[in-house]
């Protein structure tokens, strides 16, 4: 039974990775895919691609899964949340300022966590307040960057 039930684990892990790597590989493919002809060889180039980077990182990285998921859920709360707030606040920032706000809570995030600070304070409480501190600061030294002009 315990055989059994370790199959049916490893096999629901085999199908989510192969179906994240396809995934993956196939928005790649697709932003990436210009003629029609070179589609399939950057499908196949893609999926190569995308499944070298994940067997890398299988193989050289040492944390458990319970790690490596808070720290996926860390990253994309730090990319988009403060993104997100601005939003749902009214504001209207540019793509280069949206990009610097996604850029900035990565970095913070990325930063915190090489440092070693995670132990005083979990990482996505600095990267969203920088993510989020990004959109103020240009509002006032750089207005004419955040807001779109309204037609």
Partial sequence: LVGLILAALFAATMSTAD????????????????QR???LRVSRLATLVVLLIALAIALTDN???????????????CAFAPLLIVYSLGGR???????????????????????GLGSVVYEILPGMVAGLLVYPLLYRFWPQAVSEQRA
């Fill in 93 to 115: 920032p540019t793509q280069p300022v949206a990009i610097t706000m996604l850029l900035v809570g990565l970095g913070v995030f990325l930063g915190w966590r090489a440092a």
């Fill in 37 to 39: 002809g070179a589609s």
């Fill in 63 to 77: 944390q458990t899964v319970f790690q490596l998921v808070l720290m996926a859920w860390g990253l994309l709360g």
């Fill in 19 to 34: 179906s994240l790597v396809l995934s993956c590989a196939a928005a790649v493919s697709r932003d990436l895919g210009g």
